[in-house]
């Protein structure tokens, strides 16, 4: 049986230790002999297996999810255990986590989804359904990544929103990336890592550039289609992370996914207390102050 391994998986895997790569080799290995050997992974036909880091040098403890196909195995994900060794007890712990982070995410959505049905119908009716596991299942695959459980849930509920006049419903007029989005401005970062990577080969270590880390997964955007700025989640630490192409306000963000979304329903819901941006209206439709157009001014009626 034959044991594929996509490149962007072994590229990004590669990020958690020297020894990772040849770990995974020995594993495929085991699953060309033995393609039965994982367990359900709660997705559609994921199987998951579990690489022991202490048996290879510079590899930490590995999940594996793959698929069984009629003529092959294919790797779909890769991720790092924490350190330290899981008891049953721990791996229930990290599941009523996820379980928990992803209770607080679709909660924050609905109240901002909510509100907008409301008093910004303009805004609600731009937002896209929500998505089902399989269809995660297939941008983990093209990502070769992952997805976090809050990231989940909330493409659970929303999986993107197309906007109005360009603009998204977030702080900043920002916009809920749509998956298609996601994994086209994803590879593209990713190629774009991969040539500074070689040019880095040439630089000292002080020079290098980091445009992308394999770890982070794009989930805002400045505008509908404008890709100059965004947010990203961060699959290894869990926090939201700021990109930008001309490297303004870069850097980790304090928040999470759910502290973020539970802080711009308050900012709608208790208006007065908003401190990452003012929101306002413009007939039905939601508007934040800190990028109105100058000919919305007039127009822009801030909440009270």
Excluded at 4 to 17: D, K, N, V, Y
Excluded at 89 to 106: F, I, N, P, W, Y
Excluded at 156 to 184: E, F, H, I, R
Aim: overall charge negative.
């Amino acid at each position: 049986m034959n044991v594929e391994i996509p490149l962007q998986i072994r590229t990004a895997a590669s990020q958690f230790g020297l020894g990772v790569p040849y770990a995974l080799k020995v594993l495929a290995g085991q699953l060309a002999e033995d393609p039965g050997m994982g367990q359900p992974s709660g997705e559609p036909d994921v199987l998951t297996v579990t690489v022991d880091g202490d048996l290879f040098e510079d590899c930490p403890t590995l999940t594996v999810g793959y698929v069984c196909e009629a003529d092959r195995i294919r790797v779909q994900y890769v991720s790092a255990v924490p350190v330290g060794p899981a008891s049953h007890t721990q791996e229930r712990h990290l599941q009523a986590s996820d379980e928990v982070m992803a209770r607080e995410v679709e909660d924050a959505w609905r109240r901002i989804a909510g509100w907008l049905q409301e008093h910004a119908p303009g805004s609600f009716s731009a937002l896209r359904a929500g998505v089902n596991d399989t269809v995660v299942a297939a941008l983990e695959h093209d990502l070769g990544i992952r997805i976090p459980a809050d990231l989940r849930a909330l493409w659970s509920v929303a999986a993107g929103d197309d906007g109005v006049d360009g603009a998204g419903c977030l702080p900043g007029n920002q916009a809920l990336m749509p998956l298609d989005a996601v994994a086209a401005f994803y590879g593209q970062q990713m190629d774009s890592q991969t040539h500074q990577d070689s040019l880095n080969l040439r630089r000292i270590e002080a020079d290098r550039i980091t445009v992308w880390k394999p770890t982070w997964i794009p989930v805002l955007s400045y505008g509908v289609t404008d890709r100059t700025s965004g947010l990203y989640v961060d699959a290894a630490s869990g926090y939201l992370g700021r990109w930008s192409r001309y490297n303004e306000g870069s850097g980790d963000e304090i928040d999470t996914l759910a502290t973020y979304l539970e802080d711009v329903a308050d900012m709608l819901e208790t208006p007065a207390l908003a401190t990452r941006d003012k929101p306002g209206l413009v007939g039905g439709v939601l508007v934040w102050g800190s990028r109105l157009d100058p000919a919305q001014e007039e127009s822009w009626r801030p909440l009270t």
